[in-house]
Each structure stands twice: as C-alpha cells, then as structure tokens.
C-alpha cells in the first residue's frame, strides 16, 4: 500500500518490539471494516445492535477500570522538564521508552497489528496533517473509520512525507501499567493498557491536541479545544465563531444549537463545523481560518436526549459507537439516564449486568444503567445541522472568538475583551465553579486556560506567548474576543438565563460587536451590553433581570485578582504582556 520507507522501517520495528501474530494494512474500505466488525462480534468486542432502529450501529463495552481519560498516567516527554511545564506530568524521553517499552514487548502476542493510515482534516488540505496509529483493538480502528478520514487515500496523500507515529496496545489492561505518553520533540505517542475512547483514539486529544498544540507553536498556527459554529443571516450570509469550554459547560449544545423561534421564523440558520477541536491558521488574506480536523463526535451520552440536544441525538441514529451505555433488551437498542423520562422495564447495564429501574437511585451513580462517562461516536455527516464547508480544505474566516465557564456570580452574562492581548488575558485566567457532579467540594474554582489544561502538549506559559505573537500576526484582522456565562444563579442557586437554543441571543450580540453594529458600555472588566441591546422577544425575563446578570461586582473581582495572583504565580513566568494586564484590571477596580 506503500513504498514509504521511514514508514515500512518504522512499522518492521514496533512489530520486533510488541511480536503480532499478523500485520493487517487498513485500507478505510466498507468490505475491510465489515469483515473487522462481524470479528469483533464474533468475540463480544463489538454488539450489534437493531438494524431497523439503528442501523449500521454497535454497543462496545471497555474494562470496568477503563472507561475515561487517565490524567494522572498521560505525560508529555520533552528533553527538559521546563519543555513539559507546571500544568503537565513529566518524564525524560529515555525513561518513557524504556518503561513502556518493557511493557510494549509482547504485548500483541496472539494478536493481529493494524496499521491505520489516517487525516486529520480533509486529505490534502494545507491545514491537514496525516498520522499512523498501530493498534491491537477492533475497536480502535471502527472508530478510527468514524473520528478521522481514513484507509489508502491518506497513504497516495503521504507519498514519502512525515507522520505523527502512534503506538497503542490494549496489552493486558492493566490499570498500574497504564500509561499514555506523548514525545512531541519525536512526533510521537505511545498508548498502553487502555482500551478507551480518549485515551486509544490517538487522533483525538492526543495529536489534535496535544501534539499538534506543539506543532503549532513551531509551525505558526493553533491547536484549539474549540466548537467552530456558523450563523447564516436571512441574506445567506455566514459568520464563524470558535468557542472554548471546560467540560460540563454546554460546548456540545452550542456546536449544535438549534435557534430559537423568532430568529428561526426570520430566516436565521446555525451550522455545525465542529463540537471539540479547532486548528486555526491565518489565510492568505490576513484572517485567521479553521477546519474541524475530526470527521465524527466522541460525545457524552447521559444527559443528550431530544430536548437538550436534537442534533447530537440525530447524528446516533446510524453507523455510530456507543461505548458503556446501557442495552434495552425489549428492542435491542441502547438507553441512558436522561435519554427518556421512561427507563426500559429491562436493561444490560454497562457493567454486563442484568438492570432494572428499582436498582435506580439518583444519588448513587453506581446504581445507573450506563456509565456517566458513557460515549458515542458518531459520523458528523449524520448531524441535521452539519455545516456545508465541513469538508472544505479552506476552513472557514472566523469572526469571534468565545471562551466560557460556569459562574455562579462572578462573570456577567458576556463581556468583550478590550483587544486581542486582553481576550489573551481573559483566556488564560477561564475558570470553571465544581458542580455537585464533580468529584470534590462544590463551588471549588478550577482554572483552565482556553479549556486546553490537560492538552496543551508543552510549556503553557509558552503556549500563552504564542497566543500574543499570533494577535500581532493577524494584527487589525484578528477576531475579537468574548467571555461568557450561561450559569448565573439568583439566591436560590436557580439559573437565571434560560441558556441553550436562546444563547443565540448573545451570540447575535457578539456578532453584532464584530460588524460595528451593536453598542456596549466600558466596565473595570471590559466592554458588557446595553441591556435591551439582548432580544428578549418570547422570553420570559425582563430588562431588569438582564441588567442583573450584567453586573460586574467589584468586590467579587477583587476576589477574583487574588485568585488569578495564586494561579499565575504556580504558574511561573507567564507572559510580561499578561501580568500587565492583571496590573490593568486590579487598577480599574480600585
């Protein structure tokens, strides 16, 4: 399938080491994968589920002690410590090589080794970079064929080129010996003893993020934990937006979200391009454009059903994954808590186990049908809303740049930054209040710059400078860049803002920032909205109530500096640019 030699010398060498029994080259077609399916079910890796209701669809369960992203065991393996930062594990290269390489030796014993060629990003688009992931899991390459481009047309597009080298191995699933490794000075990532989602799809946070955030910084562009949306005005005229959330934060529901009537009824249209990763680059005409280099959604099932997401539940309905839900047995379809009022009368719960809803007690996730970390992976073609430049090579100019959190008091409904190095400032410092979801005590402010904390794949105080030098890049063409908070809460700890689908009505606001149309009052924080500047039009909320959720309370800011004091000095030497702006902001609320 190939004459490339570093490759072919490359995968002679990772099969010295792990000694598969054989070597299967994946070539992304429909015969090849429906052969590796009927395998998989055939030993109960995979489970068909209801061809009429479901069709092309499959239940996957991962060891009871592998079923989410394992931060403690992910390192980053630089030459030096200060290459990995404060907000990264650590280990030299040499070390890293030898541990897993002990552990690598053998380990596809018995087994077969796929090599998957894959694309993040369209084949041949400039944003584009191509990886090979070696793996011993059926269940790695049918979602690999969901969550990239995949098979022989990226090999044609690699000819003699570089590749980002992945080497998973399920081995023995030892959760001791679990480790996910990335060697971003090798081009490099090395993945053992998991067989979950995150942590084996090495095309996800892994390269997308981790070790393309590295590649970025060297190459000049960005590597983003963002959503890119559309908005299509009555005129068809499309403005982009990229968005970053921490978890919890509604960043799927926004990537998707559905506009509310009296926008639908104008004409207005919100387009999907992406719902977790951005790669940003500036064009050739000084704008700063973004692809999706994914080709699917990994996303959390409980809590997505037809109300809160419409789009995300659609985009299940066929050729999709679902990983540690819960098996209807009345129809052989898949069901998780939040998906319906009704719980099926009987259920195979994500353990295996026979399930009931009197086993079901709301406090006790231990007692839910399906994992709270649950998953699909879905085609992105299957979203209703999917955006008609998904495929482009181009990508698409994006006009604003939004980065979110959850706040109970703190942050206004949506305030713009000053310039592109004060929305720098606003990124580096997100934060995040713990939910009683979390583990841990509530209300625990968790700081997670641009939503990017566990992925940023080298020093993150360089990360920030990077930030900065490409605002002086794009210049008087950079986006502009906001801040909002969907989760005010009254006294009662009720949500004020309606959020979901009605979030639109900020977003026109910001869209309206970006094309000089809309108005804004200056505060210590930024700039925040004339309060009837937001249509509230069939919302049952007032001006006032507006005017409410825009207040900026300068003791809670005060509060706020100390905080971001503690955070930057953990930090270590954050930009000069970024403590002059904290300077600014405790200056303005004096």
Known sequence: MTKNIKLLSWVDEMAALTKPESILW????????????????????????????????????????????????????????????????????????????????????????????????????????????????????????????????????????????????????????????????????????????????????????????????????????????????????????????????????????????????????????????????????????????????????????AHSNFNALASTKKNAIFTNVALDTSDNTVWWEGMTDEKPAHAIDWKGNEWTPDKFVKADKSTYAAHPNSRFTAPAENCPCISSEFNSGAGVPISAIIFGGRRAKTAPLVYQSRNWQHGVFVGSTMASETTAAAAGAVGVVRRDPMAMLPFIGYNANDYFAHWLDMGKKLGDKAPKIFNVNWFRTDDEGHFIWPGFGDNMRVLMWILGRCDGTMDADETAIGFVPKAEDINLEGLDITVDTVKELLNVDKELWTEETKGIDEFYAKMGRVPAELQGELATLKANLK
């Open 26 to 305: 994946i070539d992304g077609s429909e015969e090849q994968l429906e052969m590796l399916r009927k395998e998989a079910m055939e030993t109960g890796e995979l489970i068909k589920l209801n061809e009429e209701k479901l069709p092309g669809c499959y239940l996957h369960r991962s060891a009871l002690n592998d079923v989410a992203r394992v931060e403690q065991r992910t390192f980053i393996c630089t030459s030096t410590k200060d290459g990995a930062g404060p907000t990264n594990n650590w280990m030299a290269p040499a070390d890293a090589y030898a541990k897993l390489g002990a552990l690598f030796d053998g380990s596809m014993k018995g087994r077969t080794m796929y090599v998957i060629p894959y694309s993040m990003g369209p084949v041949g688009s400039e944003f584009s970079k191509i990886g090979i992931e070696l793996t011993d899991s059926i269940y790695v390459v049918v979602s690999m064929a969901i969550m990239t481009r995949m098979g022989k047309a990226v090999l044609d597009q690699l000819g003699d080129g570089d590749f980002v080298k992945g080497l998973h191995s399920k081995a023995q699933l030892s959760e001791e010996d679990r480790y996910i490794c990335h060697f971003p000075e090798d081009n490099a990532i090395w993945s053992i003893n998991s067989g979950y989602g995150g942590n084996v799809l090495l095309g996800k946070k892994c390269f997308a993020l981790r070790i393309a955030s590295y590649l970025a910084n060297k190459e000049g562009w960005m590597a983003e934990h963002m959503l890119i949306l559309g908005i299509e005005n009555p005129k068809g005229e499309v403005k982009y937006i990229a968005a970053a959330f921490p978890s919890a934060c509604g960043k799927t529901n926004l990537a998707m979200l559905i506009p509310p009537e009296l926008y639908a009824k104008e004409g207005y249209k919100v387009w999907c391009v992406g719902d977790d990763i951005a790669w940003l680059r500036q064009g050739p005409d000084g704008r700063l454009w973004a692809i999706n280099p994914e080709n699917g959604f990994f996303g959390v099932a409980p809590g997505t059903n």
